[in-house]
């Protein structure tokens, strides 16, 4: 807990807030900060659970095993918080479950009706926040963060030293490494975080670069449990990534824009960027290779996931995917195809009774409002259906058009995808691929590679230049069937978005640059 939430808890309990509730999965944390609290103020710490009853805290600092059957009930342990003579407070874990019994309901209105005249405290300590409509006037919520870096960093330390220690290691970290250690730990608990530095340091005995993806695979069990956010595993290097040269240069001068050193130099963290362009020809290529290049957890927001049949389960959804997102920051949050996510915005009142308006409404909210360091990119096919209210200044940094690849940018792409299917791409004559490709996206010359490759197995031949050109010829590109298309997504483009290319776009050809044989 940062010093300031504990300052806030302990101001409650000199003001004689009666019942309050902690929203925390860390209970161990939770009451090992209510124990400096009570000491403080001179205070008595109970701590009662169902399978315990009520406990001094110092018997269970003692290791004293022991149960107390007369308060293993809920009713009778609020009888006991209400009997009690001398100023304590009172942490009562998992209460939430019997909160919905109209006998305990009662009884905890009554206990916060006595608690307001005496120097007590009842805390309800639980993961998940669930109160009666009776009660919600009576409870106080506090949501427990999560360990800030600099507990997080107090935790490192302490592990490296006792390690030093124990095994007479020297454990160094290289200059920089603890700083991007603390970010990538940064949403764990810290039981979660100690256990993660625990397994680094000692498979590893060392602490640099390389060792982050075995922390962020922590991050990857409290995403996937989410249910609404898919934790994307990548190792798409940017120079896989052909052409789309000023796109590359605005995300790259943000790599360090996530530290501390950006912070102290008055920078905000980067909100996102919205990619708009023709399909297949690499926004979602740049969504997966910017999550290597910045070594931040690459999280798929599956928007399908997030409308539900039940009344306001959709809303509730989109805000615990938020949740998840920001709790595991610095991230990279990849809403793919959005204008289809939230099409029908308009007509959302008379369609879905108001679902999808609400849930883009409390998305956009979130874009502009967010302070979490999550960076949303957004990638868009087509214009029409993109809800106008996404474009608007301040939500997203910066619009960027992805255009067909030029001449040189597919020569680029061609020699990326032969050596990934292991040939020298200096065996083969480049421009002319190029040059036959003309109107081509990057996936159809992926695929023109692919469908080669299966050819020259097929009559067990090596791949040659012969063979891609062949596989060029009999394939009609996108560009072919949507040439209208793309001339209105760059009409459209033309002074609202940034080119992602510096490079002249090319006219789309007709009949993908070859003459139609009637």
């Not at 300052?7 to 090992?32: F, G, K, Q």
């Not at 124990?35 to 315990?52: F, H, N, P, T």
């Not at 960093?153 to 220690?165: I, M």
């Not at 996206?441 to 692919?450: D, K, L, N, P, R």
Request: glycine share 6%; aromatic share 8%.
């Amino acid at each position: 807990m940062t010093q300031s939430k504990r300052d806030e808890i302990e101001t409650l309990v000199r003001a004689r807030y009666p019942i309050l509730y902690l929203v925390s999965w860390e209970e161990d944390r939770v009451i090992r900060d209510l124990r400096q609290i009570a000491d403080a103020r001179e205070k008595k710490l109970y701590v009662w659970s169902s399978s315990k009853g009520m406990q001094l805290h110092t018997n269970l600092e003692q290791g004293k095993r022991t149960v107390d059957e007369r308060t293993k009930d809920p009713l009778a342990a609020l009888d006991m918080v209400l009997d009690h003579m001398e100023p304590a407070l009172f942490a009562l874990l998992d209460f939430h479950y019997y909160m919905v019994d109209p006998g305990v309901a009662r009884k905890l209105r009554d206990v916060a009706a006595s608690l307001k005249a005496s120097y007590k405290t009842a805390m309800v300590v639980s993961p998940t926040l669930k109160i009666p409509f009776e009660l919600q006037k009576d409870i106080t919520v506090i949501d427990y963060e999560l360990p800030s870096l600099e507990e997080l960093g107090n935790l490192l330390d302490a592990r490296v030293k006792e390690l030093n220690e124990s095994s007479h290691l020297n454990i160094v970290m290289e200059p920089g490494v603890r700083e991007r250690i603390l970010y990538a730990a940064k949403g764990l608990t810290l039981n979660e975080a100690e256990n993660v530095f625990a397994k680094t340091l000692v498979s590893a005995r060392r602490l640099t670069d390389a060792e982050i993806p075995i922390i962020l695979s922590e991050k990857e069990q409290a995403i996937r449990k989410s249910g609404i956010l898919e934790y994307y595993r990548t190792e798409e290097a940017f120079s896989n990534v052909g052409g789309l040269d000023n796109l590359k240069a605005w995300l790259s001068k943000r790599t360090r824009a996530f530290g501390q050193e950006a912070r102290a130099f008055g920078l905000p963290s980067p909100k996102g960027v919205l990619l708009l362009g023709i399909q297949g020809c690499g926004k979602s290529l740049c969504a997966k290779a910017v999550s290597s290049l910045w070594r931040l957890p690459l999280l798929r927001l599956d928007v399908g996931k997030v409308f539900s049949d039940l009344v306001g389960s959709s809303e509730r959804n989109i805000r615990e995917a938020i949740v998840v997102a920001e709790s595991v920051a610095p991230a990279v949050l990849w809403v793919d195809e959005i204008e289809k996510a939230f099409a029908g915005t308009q007509s959302s009142s008379f369609s879905d009774a108001g679902t999808t308006s609400r849930v883009f409404g409390t998305f956009l909210t979130w874009l502009q409002e967010k302070a979490a360091p999550v960076f949303v990119i957004a990638t868009a096919n087509n214009i029409q259906q993109l809800p106008p209210e996404l474009l608007r200044k301040g939500r997203l940094d910066d619009i960027f058009f992805v255009d067909l690849p030029t001449k040189e940018e597919r020569a680029e792409i061609f020699a990326i995808h032969l050596r990934k299917h292991g040939r020298d791409p200096q065996g083969f004559a480049l421009d002319k691929l190029a040059a036959a490709a003309e109107g081509f996206s990057g996936a159809e010359i992926e695929e023109a590679v692919i469908a080669a490759l299966f050819d020259v197995f097929d009559r067990e031949t090596e791949l040659t230049t012969d063979a891609v050109l062949r596989a060029i010829g009999e394939t009609v590109p996108l560009s072919t069937t949507v040439k209208e298309e793309i001339e209105g997504l760059r009409q459209w483009a033309s002074g609202r978005a940034r080119r992602a290319s510096s490079q002249a776009a090319e006219e789309v050809p007709v009949y993908g640059g070859r003459k139609l044989e009637l």
